[in-house]
């Protein structure tokens, strides 16, 4: 008698069309629209984009944690059990417990009134059920494993006694310290100089290699991803336009705005005048009919005005939003569109 197939494993975070839009005074704003991944237990995905390309936003979303004029729409689940639109004692269960944040600037995140062992503790004696004391001596180990030197007195500092590099491994510590399945990180690196920055790049690394942890990385820095991450979405004017394998993809990529992102790069330049993309990403409260990149794209043609390009799956690891379809040979170049 044959034995019965493994049953397929759940992915840890599937998204499926997910919209945010806002109520404003001067209009409804669509932040978000028709965005859509996968994320598997213990991978790496960077959601990636220039400012206000809705990167922020689709996290928001799914912690539930947009402004009072915000709503999402769509579908989305955490390792099967569904996640947007649960209300808020469902979700104050998960956030902490299961999905760890890190937000960009842990100056403002860190509450300056409190000290570094009370905002580190309370996740766990509130998630967790430990006393004060054993909550202390976890939070003092997971210090350490983010390599805080004398971790045992910057427990008992404020916010302000720390440098910047330090506080964001505080936040880091913090969010790791209930052993969460998914930790999101808001642009991690962006406030702090170079060397901090390498620093935390090897950190995270090391923490999703030891831990197990998978991560949702937000950022806009392609150095960055190609850093920590295994796959990435390029993210334009609130969706979706190009996902795949990051090094295939950074070598390879198949959508003008992604072409864009990587030939001003001024790693590319090689002393040459630094490429940009001209023009500005659309009105969210006006957007085209067409593609939202139109008029900033050089391989841009009549259909790309008047019809939105549908999601397509190119292969089994890449996909994009594009009425366009680059030759092979310069699909490789990086050149600006």
């Not at 939105?308 to 990086?334: D, F, V």
Request: net charge neutral; glycine share 8%.
């Amino acid at each position: 008698m044959n034995a019965a197939p493994a049953a397929q494993a759940v992915p840890l975070l599937v998204v499926h069309d997910l919209a945010v839009r806002f109520a404003t005074d001067s209009g409804p704003v669509e932040a978000v629209r028709e965005v859509g991944f996968t994320l598997e237990r213990g991978e790496a995905l960077a959601l990636v984009g220039e400012s206000g390309s809705g990167k922020t936003q689709s996290a928001m979303a799914l912690l539930g944690l947009l402004a009072d004029n915000g709503r999402a729409t769509g579908t989305a689940t955490l390792a099967g059990a569904p996640l947007l639109g649960q209300p808020e004692h469902v979700l104050r269960r998960i956030r902490g417990a299961r999905i760890g944040v890190v937000f960009q600037d842990p100056m403002t995140a860190l509450n300056p009134y409190l000290t570094i062992e009370r905002q580190m503790t309370e996740t766990l004696v509130l998630h967790r059920s430990r006393s004060r004391r054993e909550a202390r001596a976890e939070a003092l180990q997971m210090l350490e494993a983010v390599r805080i030197t004398d971790a045992r007195r910057r427990l008992d500092q404020y916010p302000h006694e720390l440098s910047g590099g330090m506080r964001q491994r505080v936040m880091i510590a913090m969010a790791l310290l209930p052993r969460p399945e998914l930790l999101i990180l808001d642009e991690p690196t962006t406030a702090l100089d170079v060397t901090v920055q390498a620093q935390i790049l090897d950190l995270l690394a090391a923490l999703r290699r030891d831990l197990g942890t998978a991560m949702l990385l937000i950022t806009h820095d392609l150095g960055v991803v190609a850093a920590v991450c295994d796959r990435m979405l390029v993210m334009y004017a609130g969706e979706g336009v190009e996902q795949g394998p990051v090094a295939e993809l950074l070598a390879h990529p198949r959508h003008p705005y992604t072409q864009g992102l990587l030939a001003s790069l001024p790693a590319r330049q090689h002393g040459a005048r630094l490429a940009t993309l001209a023009g500005q990403p659309p009105d969210p409260r006006a957007r085209p009919p067409g593609c939202a990149f139109t008029p900033r794209c050089r391989h841009a043609m009549a259909v790309c005005s008047t019809v939105h390009p549908a999601w397509t799956e190119e292969s089994a690891t890449r996909g994009r939003r594009c009425h366009w379809q680059p030759p092979e040979a310069s699909a490789a170049t990086g050149e600006a569109p």
